[in-house]
Antibody
Framework: QVQLQESGPGLVKPSGTLSLTCAVS?????????WSWVRQSPGKGLEWIGE???????NYNPSLKSRVTISVDKSKNHFSLRLTSVTAADTAVYYC???????????????WGQGTLVTVSS | DIQMTQSPSSLSASVEDRVTITCRAT??????LAWYQQKPGKGPNLLLYDASILASGVPSRFSGSGSGTDYTLTISSLQPEDFATYYC?????????FGQGTKVEIK
């Protein structure tokens, strides 16, 4: 069974850059089609940030697209999230997730990491 | 963006009760819908995908139905471990979106 573990700073200053990594264990990052980032805050609930294919193709939420970069490192079996120009509104629990192909349209998230709280504050 | 509206936002129920949660999309999503259970401090856990397919290891008391814009999660006989928050999630189109959650509490 695939396991996912987020890591990164828990505190980021306003206007700074949030950087998180998701370590994948129990399977190869190249074996799944897509890998995703989702965040959860009291004010906005669950918000899909974006996803990356193991070849490096990405899809982003248009609301965040100008500030987000998701990348993959197959040699380390992990993928990463970078969010620039953060504000207090970016304070949330950030989850990485594995995506599986559905029978019809789109792909669904089947495994989630435990999540990591990132607070934006000076 | 497709908006997902869940109802109710919270409910109180007793063990062995039948519980139904609904999710309505602002446009048709062709059964591209998943349901998740989340407990405090944990990531969401997949219950169903493609509206009605039970994920591996999920008890059969959970079921899903629906089509078009309207979908339902049913717990046929609520168990103590089922008290949690439930979310629907559409993956039909980008950006993927989630319902606001339904908290199931003990009566």
């Amino acid at each position: 069974q695939v396991q996912l573990q987020e890591s990164g700073p828990g505190l980021v200053k306003p206007s700074g850059t949030l950087s998180l990594t998701c370590a994948v264990s129990g399977g190869s990052i190249s074996s799944s089609q897509w890998w995703s980032w989702v965040r959860q805050s009291p004010g906005k609930g669950l918000e899909w940030i974006g996803e990356i294919y193991h070849t490096g193709i990405t899809n982003y939420n248009p609301s965040l697209k100008s500030r987000v970069t998701i990348s993959v490192d197959k040699s380390k079996n992990h993928f990463s999230l970078r969010l620039t120009s953060v504000t207090a509104a970016d304070t949330a629990v950030y989850y990485c997730a594995k995506v599986s192909p559905a029978g019809g349209y789109g792909d669904y998230i089947d495994y989630w990491g435990q999540g990591t709280l990132v607070t934006v504050s000076s | 963006d497709i908006q997902m509206t869940q109802s109710p936002s919270s409910l109180s129920a007793s063990v062995e009760d039948r519980v139904t949660i609904t999710c309505r999309a602002t446009q048709g999503i062709s059964n591209s819908l998943a349901w998740y259970q989340q407990k405090p401090g944990k990531g969401p856990n997949l219950l169903l995908y493609d509206a009605s397919i039970l994920a591996s290891g999920v008890p059969s008391r959970f079921s899903g139905s629906g089509s078009g814009t309207d979908y339902t999660l049913t717990i046929s006989s609520l168990q103590p471990e089922d008290f949690a928050t439930y979310y629907c999630h559409q993956y039909y189109s980008t950006p993927q979106t989630f319902g606001q959650g339904t908290k199931v509490e003990i009566k």
